[in-house]
């Protein structure tokens, strides 16, 4: 077999994905479903931070977040992002980039309803990223809504929802010894993958 195979990679980097993601799972490797997301500003600054990964949207890696948040501003003025896995357990890394949509509304909706009503209404109660007096105000905030929504489903609030990336490029890196790792890019070209070695 193959360094390729054996790696459980196929031809295809998003079936390769989500066996690395399962394997993650069955190693233990704790909130294996993190990663970073870069993005870029209007003056071309990057950022990174740390979300979670919530499966697959029509071939698109999907994550949810403040519309109004820094990091959705920058995607508004740069679709373009890349996306970060690190399985420390497994010495593993996944290097993914492409152009990042909202997903549409029933998506974050349905999404939305999944979620436990404390994380429903911090989503409301939080304006993500902005200026906060106290924590205190927050926990106000949280009050307020509790009391508003008693005895009630609770919306999905029109600044909150996901995106997906779809992948452009997708690089997986396996740890080996003496530093001679192995490292496969996939490249998209229209609709197909084509992969190639990197020197580590
Ligand atoms: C483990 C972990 C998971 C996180 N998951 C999310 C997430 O799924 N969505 C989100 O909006 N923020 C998440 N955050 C918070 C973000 O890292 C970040 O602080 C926040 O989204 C504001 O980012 P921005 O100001 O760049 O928009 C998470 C943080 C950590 C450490």
Redesign the pocket.
Known sequence: MNTFSSLGLQADPIASFSSWLKEAEAAGVA?YE?FSLATVNANGNP?V????F?GMYRNGFG????YN????EDIRNNTYAALLFFWQVQARQIRISGTVEKLGQAESQAYFATRDRGSQIGAWASA??EDLASREHLLEQVKRLEAKYANQQIPCPPHWGGFRLEPQTMEFWQGRKDRLHDRFEFTRTDTEWTYRRLAP
């Open positions: 909130q993190a950022s931070r740390t979300l979670l919530k994550f949810f977040t403040n948040s820094p990091k959705a993500q990223s």
